[in-house]
């Protein structure tokens, strides 16, 4: 198995992750409900599920 000769410096590590960042999900607002929601994504809303403006199915009430 291979060993590394010397070791790696902190700063010469640092330099390689300098591009590893968290970047925030894009948000999206719903036409008709105005409420935020990710892109391309199915969100609920008062009982009923929206996507790109428009009702897919509605919450099943259990009685």
């Not at 935020?36 to 919450?59: N, S």
Request: net charge positive.
């Amino acid at each position: 198995m291979a060993h590394p000769k010397r070791r790696t410096s902190t700063t010469r590590r640092d330099k390689r992750r300098t591009h590893k960042k968290a970047v925030a999900a894009n948000v999206a607002t719903c036409p008709t409900t105005g409420q935020p929601h990710l892109f391309h994504r199915a969100h609920w809303y008062e009982g009923k599920l929206y996507y790109k403006g428009q009702v897919i199915a509605e919450k099943e009430v259990a009685v």
